[in-house]
């Protein structure tokens, strides 16, 4: 998305925000394997996890797909994919860091709302 103004620094700073909690959600999806009985199975579950991740989030949620999701459709999205991270925090005992992750997706998201970076 083309924008016409430049970017103030808070504006920047929830871009990188957004940015870190889509590499720590690729995290939770990952950790997502660790519920498999095998450890053949987590390392391919694992790899699966993330391949889902990157392919869903690049059809439809990154700002240059062409089959990117319009809103209010894309919030949900995003809130869904960091919902199943969150869960993979969880499932790994990471319940600490599941609830600093949850609250800052939801600051995030409301910042991107509030600068309209959807």
Same mark, same amino acid.
């Given at each position: 998305?083309?924008?016409?103004?430049?970017?103030?620094?808070?504006?920047?700073?929830?871009?990188?925000?957004?940015?870190?909690?889509?590499?720590?959600?690729?995290?939770? %999806? $990952?950790?997502?394997?660790?519920? *498999?009985?095998? &450890?053949? @199975?987590?390392?391919?579950? !694992?790899?699966? =996890? +993330?391949?889902?991740?990157?392919?869903?989030?690049?059809?439809?949620?990154?700002?240059?797909?062409?089959?990117?999701?319009?809103?209010?459709?894309?919030?949900?999205?995003?809130?869904?994919? %960091? $919902?199943?991270?969150?869960?993979? *925090?969880?499932? &790994?005992? @990471?319940?600490?860091?599941? !609830?600093?992750? =949850? +609250?800052?997706?939801?600051?995030?998201?409301?910042?991107?709302?509030?600068?309209?970076?959807?």
């Amino acid at each position: 998305m083309a924008h016409s103004r430049p970017r103030s620094r808070y504006e920047m700073a929830n871009l990188a925000l957004a940015f870190l909690l889509e590499l720590v959600a690729l995290a939770g %999806f $990952a950790l997502l394997a660790t519920l *498999l009985p095998d &450890s053949w @199975l987590r390392l391919v579950g !694992g790899a699966v =996890a +993330v391949a889902a991740f990157v392919g869903l989030w690049a059809v439809f949620a990154a700002p240059r797909s062409k089959r990117r999701l319009k809103m209010p459709m894309l919030m949900w999205f995003k809130i869904g994919m %960091f $919902a199943v991270a969150t869960v993979g *925090l969880v499932a &790994s005992g @990471l319940w600490f860091w599941a !609830g600093v992750f =949850a +609250v800052l997706v939801a600051v995030n998201l409301m910042l991107m709302g509030y600068f309209r970076h959807w």
